[in-house]
């Protein structure tokens, strides 16, 4: 069992939508009971909130219900629990490292240097834009989540 947490700032854009795709494409895999994938913000503000409307909306577009997500601010113990902390950008994987309690396990790192897309590749926060920066952060992470099963599938 491989065990997978994605970050953002607040988890209710980047990551659940992350988790929505990741979650999506494993099932269609028939891996979804390998892998094990949550997400966290590294804030606290949206705590117990669904994701962003224009969040859940986005995901639904793409065929994928994540309105049952709930948001929740990373822990010490996530740092022990996850195998891998996967975060959406710089700034993000930055303070997860900052923050690391010194028993830490998990590897982190930029979910998209999965993709391909060059190092240091992240996703742009929709928080504050449109939705056509929703469908970019979707694609981004749509992308990510195929080649995390890809390597998954390799691995088998
Ligand atoms: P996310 O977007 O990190 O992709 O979930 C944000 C959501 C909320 C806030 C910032 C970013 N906020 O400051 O409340």
């Given at each position: 069992m ?5 970050v953002c700032?607040?988890?209710i ?20 009971s390998?892998?094990q ?5 590294l804030g ?8 962003d409307?224009?969040a ?17 601010q990373i ?14 950008d710089?700034?993000?994987l930055?303070?997860v490292?900052a ?9 982190t790192?930029l979910l ?7 190092p ?11 939705a056509?920066?929703?469908e ?21």
């Amino acid at each position: 069992m491989k065990r997978l947490l994605i970050v953002c700032l607040g988890n209710i854009c980047r990551s659940p939508m992350a988790e929505g795709a990741l979650r999506a494409r494993l099932e269609a895999a028939g891996l979804g009971s390998r892998v094990q994938v949550d997400s966290a913000g590294l804030g606290n503000w949206h705590a117990g909130q669904p994701p962003d409307r224009r969040a859940i909306k986005c995901a639904a577009g793409h065929g994928v219900d994540i309105s049952g997500l709930r948001a929740r601010q990373i822990t010490d113990a996530d740092y022990r629990e996850f195998d891998v902390l996967l975060c959406a950008d710089a700034d993000v994987l930055y303070t997860v490292r900052a923050h690391a309690p010194p028993e830490a396990t998990a590897h982190t790192e930029l979910l998209l240097d999965w993709c391909g897309l060059g190092p240091n590749a992240q996703i742009p926060d929709p928080y504050t834009l449109n939705a056509a920066a929703f469908e970019h952060a979707w694609e981004l992470v749509d992308v990510a989540a195929g080649a995390i099963v890809a390597a998954m599938k390799q691995g088998e």
